[in-house]
């Protein structure tokens, strides 16, 4: 449930991300082309139904992450999983300006927020926020992409479908950056043109006004500029506050999470890894964390999802009895069609005492192998298993 | 002993080489020879070129006499002393000029850095000043954001190679190789596999960069920035896939994880360190480049050395007591090693700071390559040991792979030529693992030795690897070194002057003394390994195929060496510029002579040679040569001596041999055959020779020199008064006549234990009469039968003779 919910909301946002970051790619074009893609690719974001979904989406997405995170046994995790749990944390706080910004734009200052006002705010007013947003495309893109990734490579379909996939996920952040570039440095010879004409035409045309036409005028753009610099700061708060209120969550589930970890028993499990070393552990990880805190390769093609069973075990002696197979590992067992004595290690966390397990599945098994397990690859892992219960 | 003479040989070596590389440095005619044109080399072209004219002459001496023309030579030759970087085109004036003027430079660079320590406060105002000139605070982080972006693209295109190559590359690190020859091509594969991606990153990075334009320092500010970048990813990938520092199964060094871990991580800093300080000077330099923040770029660029080389010092004494805490044996030998590595590297560090912030950039190279020639030998030595030593391991299951060998030895080349290539500092670090190599490996050596007995074969190409490696170290150093100073090892030994030629010939006689040693221990090791696996045949065992080795090989030793000192003599005596050729001539026409004179000589030994080679015959075979029959005795290089059976003994010369029986390969067929009269029962003798054949193979002196024991070949002929029956066996060669001497005498016995009877020679003779025959008819019927017998069989052939 969990699970899924996850999932169908990260779809959402990642879908969303896609279609933004595309619009930019035109940028290669010209900035023309980015306004008229807008139109079919962003501004239907901002109408009712979708911008709700949109919404909840990202509230029901950073509450499960938050939780995740709560639900993690320790924080030395592979490669990926680092790389997911950083890139989610990041991209509330450096996204949290680019989303006041756009609904400040709309509802304070009710002004369409066109590429070209952003780009030159980008690009021109304030650059740190330009490289702020470069960050922010590249964290979310890889955030959203592992996730999806480690959800679609169990399916029988991703092997055929990987070798087009691949280059798609590496075109759309470049081609939206370099997009972003082209567009930017379409923007800033704007500004120069503008700047040198007006420079030129300061000249001729300064004395036209009259004196107290120029007070006047002055005053009122003192008092636009007065009632837009409350306005700023006003969305300034407000960004702020949600990087606050982000960050009082994060500790709060650090220190949720510290006070779990305190609770667990204090005792010692010992384990015993067929052709493998010999490990004392604490207890309360799993046995896929704890394989990975001693740098034993052990194959794990969802994450520790529980979705592929590739990090199955067998247990060859347990004391005591292991704890009883929840509903996410009995279903992947069942799939599978395991016998008993066959744990998802990613799943299963050994209790005090004594355990001797043997790993199933070889560490270089690909997402292409779990399906054709009669073919050649299937001979290696076979061969594998057979190297295992040699030793 | 042989390893102390093997270092005395380093040693020497290297002094030759410093003494050659000394003999480079200080002499500046040597080292530059752009300079050349000025100066010695000017007489010698002159000399070529028709003579001038009395008036061009007089006409010179006008122009020379001018005081203005003088001034503009003078001028002329300070400014160009001035544009060449270290200065030595004084060529034409000689050492002490040459000294006085690199003392005024370092003079110079010495007031100048006192002049930007005085305004060291100053610094950060008076850079920030000039970047603010050349660029705003928006262009600044404008350009941070196009790096990020390129980086992206970079990244993006790696992130997409790996995802087409990450099964590869899984498949090789997890599947662990047993053989050397798996090990070695998983290394290679991994090495392209990882290299390949570093590659597209670079190539998406930078490719994005160039496909835009950019303002100047723009362009500078982003490529230094993307340079930063590669060049520590390249570091770090080179250190993770030599070091492995997680993973002990792919480390290609001999170090344990707790010091490839934080060695790995050194070099990662130190890389970090020594690229963003570099490409901070150089921006620096740049931006300064038209203001008078000169000095400030001064400052900066010796803050960056200063605080790099600190920060390599940090790392040799931070790595010190975690290599000598995991060295397994700490003997004597390397308690001194550990203490004096690290004080070694710390002062050589120091020094080539020191000598790089007066500026003083050829000797400073001097110093960093001559001081890292002697560790990097011996960190290579201690790789190479390392890497024979898993491959003795490894070989010691499968045996008979030995085609991957000289492989090896190349591999273990590379790592020099990349440890030279990572940043400096991380080069300079890598000694400071010496003492846990040296610890471990000679006990396992030791171990070696202990329990195989043979020499291994891969031990064979040990002394020649590590030989190889110590030829490509000092020939890559003094490259380095003459390229460092300008000058080009061609250029050099071509030019006129005295020390140019004698750097030539020194340079000549120590590549050819070099290679010629390679080729000597090569092969060498490889003669008297074949000679030590060579077992003399004990007692009366017939010899084995080696044993024409154990005649051939000293003789081709002895022949090697002498051709290997002829070449070099050769080569040395022309480098020196002795004309050879009327020597190469002499020795031809010599060497025609005593070959016309000594033709029947150089014919046997040739060909005695060629008969070796052939394997036609091996001491202790019986041969048959023409008429001429026995068994070899003995070769010497021209004859070969037999001994007859009856005790004559034969030499016969390797010429006069045409053509060789040799009786003593593999098998002999015997046949045997004897007549019975016609009455008698076949089947029973083809039973009774069968049990005969059983008896003879259980025999148990010459029973398993029967290869197919006696079988009847059954009726072999018809003939007047009898058949033959044939018999065989088979039989190595020389058991055969016991084996036939024993089957007829049981067969005799057998035959008359049966009642079956030879046949003999009788002549029925039918009288017509039936008269009684008196006395004399009967004798002379009897003498015209016996006429006939003797007539229809003939004379019997003498049996074969029996050694």
């Not at chain 1, 052709?275 to 740098?295: A, F, Q, T, W, Y």
Request: proline share 5%.
């Amino acid at each position: 449930m969990v699970r899924n919910l996850r999932m169908l909301s990260g779809t959402v946002l990642l879908i969303f991300v896609t279609a933004h970051l595309l619009n930019m790619a035109f940028g290669l074009l010209s900035l023309e082309a980015v306004e008229t893609a807008r139109r079919f690719l962003t501004v239907p974001w901002s109408l009712l139904p979708l911008s709700l979904l949109l919404m909840a989406a990202m509230l029901v997405h950073g509450f499960l992450g938050l939780f995740s995170l709560y639900k993690r046994n320790t924080l030395r995790m592979s490669g990926y999983d680092r790389v997911q749990l950083i890139s989610g944390l990041l991209i509330i706080p450096l996204l949290a300006s680019h989303i006041v910004g756009i609904a400040a734009a709309k509802n304070l200052f009710g002004f369409d927020p066109t590429y070209r006002i952003i780009l030159t705010y980008f690009w021109l007013d304030a650059p740190l926020e330009g490289l702020r947003q470069v960050f922010v495309v590249v964290i979310a893109w890889i955030h959203g992409c592992i996730g999806m990734f480690s959800w679609m490579r169990l399916k029988i379909w991703w092997h055929r479908v990987s070798w087009f996939i691949y280059p798609l996920v590496v075109a759309v952040p470049v081609l939206a950056l370099l997009g972003f570039v082209e567009a930017g440095k379409e923007v800033i010879a704007e500004r120069t043109l503008a700047i040198t004409q007006q420079m030129d035409a300061g000249t001729g045309d300064a004395p036209q006004l009259s004196a107290a036409e120029e007070v006047a005028q002055q005053e009122a753009n003192a008092a636009a500029a007065e009632v837009n610099r409350e306005k700023l700061a006003f969305s300034k708060r407000i960004m702020w506050s949600i990087i606050f209120i982000f960050a009082f969550l994060l500790a709060l589930t650090l220190l949720a999470r510290a006070i779990r970890l305190r609770k667990a028993p204090d005792a010692i499990t010992f384990i015993r890894y067929m052709k493998g070393p010999e490990i004392n552990m604490h207890v309360g990880k799993s046995l896929l964390e704890i394989s990975r805190l001693h740098d034993l390769p052990h194959a794990n093609l969802c994450r520790g999802r529980g979705r592929c069973g590739t990090c199955r075990v067998r247990v060859i002696e347990a004391s005591p009895a292991l704890p009883a197979a929840g509903e996410i590992e009995q279903q992947t067992l069942d799939r599978l069609d395991c016998g008993p004595g066959i744990r998802l290690a990613c799943q299963v966390s050994p209790l005090a005492g004594t355990l001797a397990i043997e790993r199933i599945v070889p560490p270089d098994i690909t997402p292409a192998d779990l399906y054709s397990p009669n073919q050649s690859d299937g001979v290696a892992l076979t061969q594998w298993s057979a190297e295992v219960s040699d030793a | 002993m042989l390893d102390s003479r093997r270092r005395l040989a380093t040693i020497l070596t290297a002094a030759l080489v410093a003494g050659f590389i000394a003999l480079i440095g200080l002499n500046p005619a040597g080292a530059q020879s752009a300079t050349d044109l000025l100066a010695p080399d000017a007489p010698a072209v002159l000399a070529e070129s028709p003579p001038p004219s009395p008036n061009d002459i007089r006409e010179l001496l006008r122009l020379l006499s001018d005081q203005s023309v003088i001034d503009w030579l003078k001028s002329e030759s300070t400014s160009s002393s001035a544009d060449t970087l270290d200065g030595t085109s004084a060529a034409s004036v000689g050492f002490q000029q040459e000294f006085s003027h690199r003392v005024d430079l370092t003079r110079a660079r010495l007031s100048e850095l006192a002049v930007s320590w005085q305004n060291l406060p100053a610094t950060p105002s008076f850079v920030a000043a000039a970047w603010q000139s050349q660029m705003s605070v928006d262009q600044t982080l404008r350009s941070i954001t196009y790096v990020l972006i390129f980086l992206v693209v970079g990244s993006g295109l790696e992130w997409l190679y790996r995802q087409y190559t990450q099964h590869l590359l899984l498949g090789l690190e997890m599947r662990r190789q047993t053989t050397l020859w798996g090990k070695f091509q998983a290394a290679v594969k991994r090495a392209l596999l990882i290299f390949g991606g570093l590659f597209v990153f670079s190539i998406g990075a930078m490719g994005t960069f160039l496909s835009f334009d950019w303002p100047g320092f723009v362009d500078n500010l982003v490529l230094n920035l993307l340079l930063i970048v590669i060049s520590v990813r390249c570091a770090s990938t080179i250190s993770m896939f030599l070091l492995a520092p997680r993973v002990t199964a792919l480390r290609l060094v001999p170090l344990s994880g707790d010091i490839a871990r934080p060695l790995h991580n050194w070099i990662v800093v130190l890389a970090t360190v020594a690229t963003i300080g570099m490409a901070t000077s150089d921006i620096f330099l740049h931006l300064a480049g038209s203001t008078d923040a000169m000095g400030a770029a001064l400052a900066i660029s010796v803050c960056a050395a200063a605080i790099t080389t600190l920060l390599l010092i940090v790392a040799i004494w931070h790595m010190t007591p975690i290599i000598r805490r995991n060295a397994k044996t700490p003997t004597e030998v390397n308690k001194r090693q550990s203490h004096f590595w690290p004080g070694y590297l710390t002062i050589l560090a120091l020094m080539a700071l020191a000598l790089g912030i007066i500026n003083a950039r050829e000797l400073m190279e001097t110093v960093i390559i001559i001081g890292l020639v002697f560790p990097t030998i011996r960190v290579v030595n201690g790789c190479i040991d390392h890497l024979f030593f898993l491959s003795e391991h490894s070989s010691r299951k499968p045996i008979g792979q030995s085609e991957e060998k000289p492989l090896l030895a190349e591999t273990s080349e590379t790592l020099p030529n990349v440890q030279q290539s990572v940043a400096e500092p991380s080069e300079a670090e890598i000694p400071a693992t010496l003492p846990d190599a040296e610890s471990q490996l000679p006990v396992v050596a030791e171990e070696d030795m202990d329990d195989v007995e043979q020499v291994s074969s891969l031990e064979l190409y040990h002394p020649v690897a590590r030989r190889l490696a110590r030829f490509v170290i000092l020939i890559g150093a003094t490259f380095l070194l003459l390229s460092s100073w300008g000058g080009n090892l061609l250029s050099l030994s071509e030019s006129q002057t005295y020390s140019g030629r004698l750097v030539g010939i020194i340079a000549d006689v120590l590549t050819a003394v070099l290679i010629a040693d390679l080729v000597w221990v090569w092969a060498k090791s490889a003669i008297d390994r074949r000679l030590a696996n060579y077992v003399p045949p004990q007692g009366s065992d017939a010899p084995g195929p080696e044993a024409r080795m154990a005649t051939l090989l000293p003789l081709l030793r002895v022949t090697l060496m002498v051709f290997l000192i002829v070449i070099v003599a050769l080569t040395v005596l022309s480098s020196m510029g002795i004309n050879i050729a009327p020597l190469i001539a002499g020795a031809g026409v010599l060497g025609i002579a005593i070959g016309f004179g000594a033709q029947a000589l150089v014919k046997d030994i040739v060909s005695g040679i060629f008969f070796l080679i052939d394997d036609a015959f091996r001491i202790g075979e019986y041969i048959e040569v023409g008429d001429l029959r026995g068994t070899v005795e003995s070769m010497s290089i021209r004859s070969l001596r037999v001994r007859h059976h009856l005790g004559a003994i034969h030499t016969i010369p390797f010429g006069e041999l045409s053509s060789l029986t040799n009786y003593s390969r593999d098998w002999v067929i015997m046949r045997l055959e004897f007549r019975v009269p016609f009455d008698t029962d076949v089947k029973l003798i083809k039973k009774i020779v069968k049990k005969i054949g059983a008896e003879l193979q259980e025999n148990e002196v010459y029973g398993p020199g029967i290869l197919q024991t006696l079988k009847s070949q059954g009726v072999r002929r018809m003939e007047e008064f009898n058949m033959v029956i044939g018999v065989k066996f088979m039989a190595k060669p020389g058991a055969q006549w016991l084996i036939r001497r024993d089957a007829y005498q049981k067969l005799r016995d057998a035959f008359e234990a049966s009642g079956i009877s030879f046949a003999q020679r009788n002549v029925t003779v039918e009288v017509v009469s039936d008269k009684e025959l008196d006395a004399a008819t009967k004798k002379s019927i009897a003498g015209a039968a016996q006429q006939a017998v003797e007539s229809a069989a003939g004379v019997p052939a003498a049996a074969p003779d029996e050694p």
